[in-house]
């Protein structure tokens, strides 16, 4: 997942408001989000490569997302999967603060990490940053620290103080703030190690490239009175969509999902 901006009880009707793009290789082989068979409590995508995921939510609310930083050259000596974490969480119990204060990042290629239990939500990154406890708030996550401003965040970002200010909540919603395909102007293109139109075109919300791009959106609504609202929306290397899933459960009950 490369793009995650989230309220955190910013509105008294939804403890956790998020919507997030998942930009990976168009080749890695993916199952669409799905109740998993092998841990009946995970709603989540998976990755058939590594076993792991990018973004979970469970039948009792607790959820977790990943997210890579850019540093091409160490990634391809990390022995271990990022999508680790958020399978490790989701399916266990533990508390988020104590989860992440006893995780060994150092096989790992650079990532961020969500994990939430309905009462905290903790950010935790491997490359330096104090694992925290947010306040509520309005926040982005991209390849980078919390809050990094890039282009593409802070843009993202302030769509999304919007749509929770006018109170204009729902997964269509939160899904357009994400569908966003401009670059940014040539001029403020940053490539650093990247060629220029491949850095330019990651400069978007919604990455489209032939070989790497924005395989799905996902939308996630948790309700103060238990309700869990999520959609996946995935789309083809041409960015064109492909199929999505929604599935809607409150925390107390049996999960339904349908699928279109």
Same mark, same amino acid.
């Given at each position: 997942m490369c793009l995650v901006v989230f309220a955190w009880k910013a509105h008294p009707d939804y403890p956790l408001i998020l919507v997030a793009n998942r930009d990976e290789l168009? +080749?890695?082989?993916?199952?669409?989000?799905? @109740? @998993?068979?092998?841990?009946?409590?995970?709603l989540a995508g998976r990755d058939l490569q590594a076993g792991g995921s990018w973004l979970a939510i469970t039948r009792n609310g607790r959820f977790a997302t990943v997210t890579n930083y850019r540093e091409a050259a160490r990634r391809r000596t990390a022995p271990r999967s990022r999508g680790d974490f958020v399978r490790e969480f989701a399916s266990g119990t533990e508390r988020p603060t104590p989860f992440v204060q006893q995780l060994d990042g150092s096989q790992y290629a650079g990532c961020s990490l969500l994990a939430s239990d309905g009462d905290e939500l903790v950010y935790w990154s491997n490359r330096g940053d104090a694992p925290r406890p947010l306040d509520p708030g309005i926040y982005g996550l991209s390849n980078a620290s919390l809050d990094t401003p890039w282009p593409k965040l802070v843009r993202t970002r302030s769509k999304l103080a919007a749509v929770v200010a006018e109170n204009n909540l729902s997964l269509t919603s939160l899904f357009r703030l994400v569908a966003d395909k401009k670059p940014v102007p040539a001029t403020e293109v940053i490539a650093n190690e990247l060629p220029f139109e491949l850095a330019r +075109?990651?400069? +978007?919300p919604f990455i489209v490239t032939t070989e790497y791009g924005t395989r799905c959106s996902t939308a996630l609504l948790i309700g103060a009175n238990g309700l869990i609202e999520v959609g996946e929306r995935r789309f083809n290397s041409s960015g064109e969509p492909n199929g999505d899933s929604l599935f809607r459960f409150s925390i107390e009950d049996n999960a339904v999902a349908r699928s279109p």
């Open positions: 168009h +080749a890695r082989p993916t199952r669409d989000m799905h @109740w @998993w068979p092998d841990e009946p409590g995970v +075109a990651l400069s +978007a």
